[in-house]
């Protein structure tokens, strides 16, 4: 079995390289593993060198070292291949996915904890032909996830307050809705909209916990739909859907669903939609559970539930 680390170098405020590559040396001395590492080098490389891996057909372990955009990318290079599984060790400003596994976080950081941890299968969101492992986000919140990038370039910001003065960014300054067309299953609801957000785990923006009943392996995805309300409203909300208070939030502005497939038009401008921190635009979305899964290891014990209300 190969051991292989994908480190993203650009991830973080830090350069972690050094300390990753003496994780993989203490694994090759301590273990006899087959051990190597890997660079990405451009948005994309990772989903490249573990799609690469797992098509050789030789059993890997993969190491995503990075914030959660690594992770996405390799957990889309694997995703279904029943040789390859990974883990990840986190290094960027955002890791939102690894807030699943609660106080095991901490235990990610080392490799020795990870490397002969048991596989366990995770459902995956399929959005539009691409994975995502915690929650497919768009409107809103996804403006509000693509503009963090450019706030968590200030050393004096952490990962939450990156996202909380893009939160007052897009808030203040920004029209909050837009006019789409979202089909829950076979219902189909024209409306302006602040934001639909389909939940496959609980934590995204910084730690925002919109569903926190969301399990990581039940097969049922969660979507969350806000309609269009005012910026005041949408200040006075917030912290509720944030903190998933599904109780003090009014039935007719947030409504929950568990639909199988979701799907959001728009007829006159882009959709930016948000994967595990990753945004793109397009005028169609649809969501659903992947009929691939992703075989994840992690400390012993690790439950990706572990929070889960």
């Avoid at 959005?127 to 200030?154: M, P, Q, W």
């Avoid at 909380?164 to 089909?183: D, E, K, Q, Y």
Wanted: glycine share 10%.
């Amino acid at each position: 079995m190969k051991h292989i680390f994908i480190i993203n170098p650009s991830a973080g405020k830090n350069d972690s390289r050094q300390r990753i590559y003496a994780m993989a040396e203490a694994l090759r001395e301590k273990h006899g593993l087959d051990v190597r590492c890997m660079l990405t080098a451009s948005v994309g490389h990772a989903a490249t060198l573990a799609r690469g891996l797992a098509e050789s057909g030789e059993e890997v372990r993969l190491y995503a070292c990075g914030g959660d955009g690594t992770v996405n990318e390799v957990a889309n290079g694997i995703a279904g291949y029943a040789n390859a599984a990974m883990t990840c060790i986190p290094i960027g400003t955002g890791n939102d996915f690894l807030k699943n596994f609660g106080a095991d976080y901490e235990k990610f950081l080392d490799a020795e904890n990870l490397w002969n941890g048991e596989t366990q299968a995770l459902d995956l969101i399929d959005c539009s032909g691409r994975y995502c492992l915690t929650i497919a986000c768009s409107g809103i919140d996804a403006r509000i996830a693509e503009s963090v990038h450019k706030f968590s370039a200030n050393p004096h910001l952490s990962g939450r307050g990156s996202y909380l003065v893009s939160v007052a960014a897009n808030g203040i300054f920004g029209r909050i809705g837009r006019h789409w067309t979202v089909w829950l299953d076979e219902e189909r609801i024209e409306d302006d909209f602040a934001l639909v957000s389909m939940c496959n785990g609980r934590y995204y923006g910084g730690g925002s916990t919109p569903v926190p009943e969301a399990r990581m392996n039940d097969g049922v995805l969660h979507t969350v739909l806000v309609k269009n309300i005012s910026k005041l409203r949408f200040a006075r909300l917030f912290p509720d859907y944030s903190a998933g208070n599904h109780e003090k939030l009014p039935k007719d502005v947030v409504r929950f669903s568990t639909a199988k497939v979701v799907r959001i038009h728009s007829d006159d401008g882009d959709i930016v939609t948000c994967l595990d921190g990753e945004c793109s635009h397009s005028h169609d979305v649809t969501l659903r559970l992947a009929d691939k899964k992703l075989n994840f290891f992690g400390p012993a014990g690790c439950d990706p539930n572990a929070t889960a209300r």
